[in-house]
């Protein structure tokens, strides 16, 4: 199975601020890599980088065998990376459709709504929801409205931090079933940065543990949950 991102000796974080320390990590085609760990790990600072939008101080980033560690984030966005931060990830005050539109942003408009037709059948309720402003949307309905955006620029991988965090428990099911879907129904290869430890690791191929900004896991997300000593001490799983 293909590598679809890796990070070598990676040393990234903000200014001054230092906050991940050579980190290793690979994600194959099709894989589901769950990150997970305590409060100020680096799991946001990870996906961020990997994203263009820390400083990297070494190491480098390979997507799809390509080095992309010196690339700003519109042009990773173009090679097809999406990344949906925890908040902030629609346009509250506009509506469904403009934001749908927004996403299309460098598209030729046929082709834009091609893809919004696209995206409307894998998401039907947001048929029902075109004029309204975004911000009447419920949580778990935002978080969905994101993924369409992502969807329409046909991304490669799709990374996610937290899309679960505030969620009744109804509307986390519902979202988490739709990662779900991305991998088994459109292919897509996916990171998940994840609070819920346990609800995550049992959906996950492969798992990441970070603590105090270091890699202290990479594998299998089942085996990470069956280690009782690690999931008490970090994750707050009882076993």
């Known amino acids: 199975m293909s590598t679809v991102i890796k990070a070598e000796k990676v040393n ?3 200014g001054r601020f230092h906050i991940i320390f050579d980190v290793d990590v690979e994600v194959k085609k099709g894989e589901i890599l769950v990150v997970v760990g305590p409060n ?12 263009g939008l820390t400083r990297i101080y070494s190491g480098r980033i390979l997507f799809e065998g390509r080095d992309i560690t010196r690339e700003p984030p519109h042009v990773r966005a173009k090679r097809g990376i999406a990344y949906l931060p925890q908040t902030g990830n629609i346009f ?4 469904v459709r403009e934001n749908l539109k927004m996403a299309c942003y460098g598209l030729e408009q046929s082709i834009a709504e091609e893809r919004i037709r696209e995206v409307l059948e894998f998401f039907p309720f947001l048929k029902y929801k075109l004029s309204n402003k ?4 419920s949580g778990g309905q935002r978080q969905l409205l994101a993924m369409a955006m992502a969807l329409v ?5 799709l990374m996610f931090d937290e899309p679960t965090a505030g969620l009744a428990p109804k509307a986390a099911k519902e979202v988490v079933e739709k990662i779900l879907w991305l991998r088994e129904d459109l292919g897509k290869t996916i990171i998940w940065v994840e609070q819920n430890a346990k609800l995550a690791l049992e959906k996950g191929d492969n798992a990441l ?3 105090s900004g270091r890699v202290a896991y ?3 997300a089942r085996e990470l949950l069956a280690d009782r000593e690690l999931g008490r001490r970090y994750l707050g799983v009882k076993g």
């Open 12 to 14: 990234a974080g903000y």
């Open 40 to 51: 100020g790990s680096g799991k946001s600072t990870l996906l961020k980088t990997m994203f």
């Open 92 to 95: 509250a005050e506009l509506s």
């Open 209 to 211: 543990l970070m603590v």
């Open 153 to 157: 620029r046909r991304p490669k991988l």
């Open 218 to 220: 990479h594998g299998s």
């Open 134 to 137: 975004a911000k009447t949307l």
